[in-house]
């Protein structure tokens, strides 16, 4: 089982990156994704999370509106798209895998302490900044 996170990067404030989990060892289809991170200092938080069953997309309030899950099942990649980045969003962006079905938003936050979600990705580093 492995998740690779890349996409991470250097971007002023305002302006977008994707960011990419590339899956391998499991079907995706039957796992729920997640996308959580970790600024300096700080605890590891959740930011969006796709639940395998209904596909359905759960954000933090802290991003909503401005990031952007999708799947592709044939590449076994999941997607974070960011836009209009701010400087808070700064931090080491970690994607990870959970077998439960996610069913609210709160599910999907809590997954950062890590006890739902069993495999994680290495992480990619996101700095805002001018």
């Known amino acids: 089982v492995q998740l690779q996170a890349s996409g991470g990067g250097l971007v002023q404030p305002g302006g977008s990156l994707r960011l990419s989990c590339k899956t391998s060892g499991f079907r995706l289809e039957v796992y729920s994704i997640g996308w959580f991170r970790q600024a300096p200092g700080k605890e590891r938080e959740g930011v969006s999370c796709?639940?395998?069953?209904?596909?359905?997309?759960f954000y933090a309030d802290s991003v909503k509106g401005r990031f952007t899950l999708s799947r592709d099942i044939a590449e076994n990649t999941v997607y974070l798209q960011m836009d209009n980045l701010k400087p808070e969003d700064t931090a080491i962006y970690y994607c990870a895998r959970s077998g439960y079905y996610l069913t609210s938003t709160g599910a999907c936050l809590a997954g950062a302490t890590g006890a739902t979600f069993d495999s994680w990705g290495q992480g990619t580093l996101v700095t805002v900044s001018s």
């Open positions: 796709l639940s395998y069953r209904d596909r359905r997309k």
